[in-house]
C-alpha cells in the first residue's frame, strides 16, 4: 500500500492551500487516516484524522481553521487549511492505519509568508 500526498506550496499568512493523500487502496474501512506535521527540530505533531467509529478529529491549534474530507471512491482524504498562519509551516505527512504497521506517506512541505 502507498500513500501519495501532494498540494503543499508557498502561500501567505491567511491564505489557504488544499493537501491530497491518496492510497493504493480502498480506504472506506481503514481505522484511521489523517495527517501529521513536523517543523524541523520539533517532534511530529499531530493535526486532523478520520478516525474508524467517530467523526473528524482536529488538534486544537488548527479546528477552526482546518477540516479534512474524504473520498472513498477516489481513496483519498483532504485537508482544506484556511487561515494559515506562519506557526502552520511544517512538512505535512498523511498515514493510515489499519492492520499491520502504521503507513506513512511522503511529506509535502507548507511555507507560509508573513
Known amino acids: 500500500v502507498q500513500l501519495q500526498a501532494s498540494g503543499g506550496g508557498l502561500v501567505q499568512a491567511g491564505g489557504s492551500l488544499r493537501l491530497s493523500c491518496a492510497a493504493s487502496?480502498?480506504?472506506?474501512?481503514?481505522?484511521?487516516m489523517g495527517w501529521y506535521r513536523q517543523i524541523p527540530g520539533k517532534q511530529r505533531e499531530f493535526v486532523a484524522a478520520?478516525?474508524?467509529?467517530?467523526?473528524?478529529t482536529y488538534a486544537a491549534s488548527v479546528k477552526a481553521r482546518f477540516t479534512i474530507s474524504r473520498d472513498n471512491a477516489k481513496n483519498t482524504v483532504f485537508l482544506q487549511m484556511n487561515s494559515l498562519a506562519p506557526e502552520d509551516t511544517a512538512v505535512y505527512s498523511c498515514?493510515?492505519?489499519?492492520?499491520?504497521?502504521?503507513?506513512w506517506g511522503q511529506g509535502t512541505q507548507v511555507t507560509v509568508s508573513s
Open positions: 487502496r480502498s480506504i472506506a474501512t481503514v481505522n484511521a
Open positions: 498515514f493510515l492505519d489499519d492492520f499491520g504497521p502504521r503507513l
Open positions: 478520520f478516525i474508524r467509529g467517530g467523526g473528524p
